[in-house]
């Protein structure tokens, strides 16, 4: 249920193609104004998640809905929610056929893409007190330069997870397992002593993605948030280490394919070194590779700076007829109260202003899970949201994976190969704005 960038980027993209097919039919913010008043809170609405209709989570929810609807007795939330396999379809169906739900569970990548058509409530003129509520860095990752500074969606929560290291394989191939890499430089230096020592293990099996520039220090957009430039040297920099550890053979092969769930299975076999990964992470690897998590190491996640984090959110419908309704449920969704116990049972991290200071995410049990948890939202406070919401993953992400392969496998050099992937993007940045 935590979507990943792979995920949410095909959501994005699925979206923005059938927008673009129907952008004569959405129109802009003026068109099908809504009915009902901006601060009314009462009628009918629906409200769509995102895989989260399961054992798990149905009694939070439908709990949630009544305690709201038991505050507010002149409402009714109707909860739709959409597998994962079929997400990205049935948001592209609903927004190009105006049938989009009220309020609607989406990562800032679809939130761009349907704001850009004018489907989505600017909360920034619509629901400007709410910005307090929430950390100011998750406000922001929801506010998009490139669409005037609009906001889009009510925070709701976030993830980010730490490094995994094998203390056995790195003992193995001379690397001291109490001198964890940290950064990027640490990281590849590591790798490249693996790759000298341990000719059949390798340190990393992942190409950089959108979020390893920004972490690595690379500026991804202009000011304005409207031209990529993580071409730059710093951009040049990053991948030229990544050349150099493939032509060393520090790189696993599959690397270059992007299969990350190869990435999961070599850690688990004890053929990799290096895992980045979350809480789920340390469960999974306690149930299915026990030999590997007896010799677990955990570390902060690689970063020359900020850390990665992802966010997920809630928008609300600009064309919903009780848009006072569909503002207030959402803002029930996302206080304080709600996404604690929501972070407590999905194991992930709230975006509302001072609940990270609860006792749960600050203190250490001695369970390993808890130093995880509470390593992690010390990561979150320092953590930015990297991937810019103009990116979209399933073409511009896939884009920027061939051309680094291509540099990569020494077909073109580094610098044009991002030219290229640059170039892409701000074109078809051009071409949609």
């Known amino acids: 249920m935590t979507p990943t960038g792979k995920r949410r980027a095909l959501v994005a993209g699925t979206v923005l193609g059938s927008l673009l097919l129907s952008s004569c039919v959405i129109g802009g913010d003026n068109t099908s104004a809504p009915k009902g008043s901006d601060t009314e809170v009462s009628g009918t609405i629906t409200f769509q998640t ?23 007795p002149d409402t009714e939330i109707k909860w739709v929610d959409q597998p994962a396999e079929g997400y990205q379809d049935k948001l592209s169906a609903d927004a190009a056929a105006g049938s989009l739900p009220d309020v609607v569970d989406m990562g800032p990548e679809a939130a761009y893409t349907l704001a850009q058509a004018g489907v989505l409530l600017d909360l920034g003129k619509a629901d400007p007190a709410a910005e307090k509520k ?46 964890l890499p940290t950064t990027y430089d640490e990281l590849f230096d590591q790798a490249g002593t693996m790759a000298e020592k341990c000719p059949d293990e390798a340190m990393i099996a992942r190409m950089p993605a959108i979020e ?29 280490r990544f050349r150099e550890l493939y032509a060393k053979k520090g790189l696993d092969e599959e690397a270059l394919n992007n299969l990350q769930t190869k990435e999961v299975e070599e ?44 966010i997920e959110s809630l928008v609300v419908n600009a064309r919903s007829k009780h848009p006072g309704l569909a503002k207030a449920f959402a803002t029930y969704v996302t206080n304080s109260a709600n996404q604690l116990a929501f972070a407590q049972k999905a194991s992930v991290f709230p975006s509302s202003a001072g609940t990270l200071d609860d006792p749960y995410f600050t203190e250490d049990d001695g369970d390993p899970a808890t130093k ?47 030219d290229a992937s640059v170039t892409y993007s701000n074109d078809r940045l051009e071409a949609n704005g």
């Open 50 to 72: 995102w895989n989260l209709k399961n054992d798990k989570f149905t009694s939070y929810f439908n709990d949630l809905i009544a305690a709201f609807e038991k505050e507010n």
């Open 372 to 418: 995880v948890r509470i390593e992690s939202t010390a990561q979150v406070r320092e953590a930015v949201v990297w991937w810019p919401p103009a990116f979209s993953g399933s073409a511009d992400s896939e884009t920027l994976r061939e051309q680094i392969a291509q540099a990569l496998l020494g077909k073109k050099s580094v610098k044009s190969a991002l």
């Open 134 to 179: 929430y950390l100011d860095k998750a406000w922001q990752a929801m506010t998009f330069d490139g669409l005037g500074g609009g906001t889009y969606g009510y925070p709701w929560y976030l993830n980010t997870g730490p490094s995994f290291f094998n203390k056995k394989l790195l003992a193995k191939c001379a690397l001291d397992p109490g001198k």
């Open 267 to 310: 850690f688990k076999a004890g053929r990799l070194a290096y895992l980045p990964g979350s809480s789920y992470t340390l469960n999974d690897l306690k149930e299915t590779a026990p030999d590997v998590y007896k010799d677990l190491a955990i570390g902060p996640r690689i970063s020359n700076g900020s850390p990665n984090m992802y």
């Open 212 to 240: 390893t520039f920004g972490e690595y220090g690379v500026p991804l957009m202009d000011e304005g948030g409207r031209k990529f430039t993580y071409n730059d040297p710093k951009g040049v920099e990053l991948v030229e």
